[in-house]
């Protein structure tokens, strides 16, 4: 066979600062129309973390997706790397991102990571999202999703579950593989691990399950079909 030769090409203008607070970075990448396309990052501060910031070559890959709206082959790739001793599934890498443009401003106000309560030991991860709109997302996160995880007014049994509120009121709750959901105003239980996604919209509240559940809404008891439905 014949041989193969790899070439490295190594990342540039490396910066580089050890810490343990919460990081927030944009990525901006500058439009011939001025209507400039920006990545948000906010990621979760850890104990012996060190962060880059650093230029890569251009992506070749997304060079060949049609409809990209800047030419890739003009400019070096904007990388952000953290690095951190230990082991991950002990304090896992938690970031959230948004893109936005000068058109299309950013939605998200602020991101930060309460501390969660959980019954047994796990990778068990809080995140608030307030949005400039004055709505907010609670997000809790496992890696087991058998465990109890609470965090202020909200606990779940799942992988992942959010509760969306604002000043009028709750307007959405999501659950994805989970047997337990709960807020002041709302209690989810299902006998095995389902995904499920409520929403309010003008005429009451809708739904969409993967499997039966009950729900408990405002003091008001519903059985719940698997499929998509009403709330009544």
Not at 95 to 119: H, M, Q
């Amino acid at each position: 066979m014949p041989a193969h030769t790899c070439t490295l090409i190594p990342i540039y203008n490396k910066k580089s600062a050890t810490t343990e607070r919460d990081v927030k970075a944009t990525f901006t990448i500058d439009m011939p129309d001025e209507d400039d396309i920006s990545m948000h990052l906010w990621m979760k501060g850890e104990k012996q973390r060190e962060v880059f910031t650093a230029l890569s070559p251009m992506t070749e890959g997304l060079s060949r997706t049609p409809g990209m709206p800047y030419p890739i082959k003009e400019q070096p790739t904007l990388t952000f790397v953290a690095r951190q001793e230990g082991e991950a599934w002990n304090r896992p890498f938690v970031a959230v991102y948004e893109p936005s443009s000068v058109n299309e401003p950013e939605l998200i106000r602020s991101v930060n990571f309460p501390s969660v309560s959980a019954d047994q030991p796990g990778s068990h991860i809080g995140i608030r999202v307030e949005l400039k709109d004055g709505s907010q997302d609670l997000i809790l996160s496992s890696d087991q999703a058998t465990h109890a995880c609470s965090m202020g007014e909200m606990l779940a049994k799942a992988s992942y579950a959010l509760w969306r509120s604002s000043k009028e009121g709750d307007s959405l709750f999501f659950m994805g593989n989970g047997t337990q959901m709960q807020t002041p105003a709302l209690r989810l239980q299902a006998d095995s691990p389902i995904s499920i996604l409520l929403e309010r919209r003008e005429d009451g509240w809708h739904y969409e399950a993967s499997a039966p559940c009950q729900l408990t809404l405002n003091g008001r008891t519903y059985k719940l079909k698997a499929g998509e439905g009403k709330v009544k």
